[in-house]
């Protein structure tokens, strides 16, 4: 495991394990909840401090979708997303990053881009969504 930060702490550590141990895209307060599982002390206030640290360290990813809560991603290679409008359910898509995108935006001129991100909305197979 690399370092992150200027140490690898046993609440990171939790953390950190706790996102890549799921595919469910948790909030701050879910990954809380299965920390006090480990570490009944840790306080919510060290879980959003560490998952800062985490997403600048490159660790993790953050997802926000305008709503008042974050996201968060244990997969921190750039992928795409499906995002239910009914259950909020947000599900990784398995499809090549098209970095054809990035190139057509240079030749623009617009900007130099770094990564992009793409989520894809509509209603989950449980939702009623027919595949």
């Not at 359910?89 to 970095?99: A, E």
């Not at 030749?107 to 449980?126: D, M, S």
Request: charged share 25%; glycine share 10%.
């Amino acid at each position: 495991m690399k370092k992150i930060g200027k140490r690898m702490t046993k609440q990171k550590k939790v953390i950190l394990e706790i996102l890549r141990g799921t595919k469910s895209h948790p909030t701050a307060d879910w990954i809380y909840e299965q920390a006090r599982k480990i570490l009944p002390d840790i306080s919510l206030g060290t879980v959003y401090r560490n998952l800062g640290v985490l997403k600048e360290s490159g660790e993790i990813l953050e997802l926000n979708y305008g709503s008042t809560y974050s996201r968060y991603d244990g997969n921190p290679v750039n992928h795409y997303h499906f995002v239910c409008l009914k259950c909020g359910k947000v599900l990784d898509v398995d499809m090549p990053i098209h970095s054809e995108l990035e190139r057509e935006i240079k030749q623009e001129g617009i900007a130099k881009v770094l990564y992009h991100r793409l989520e894809f909305y509509g209603y989950c197979a449980e939702c009623g969504g027919s595949l």
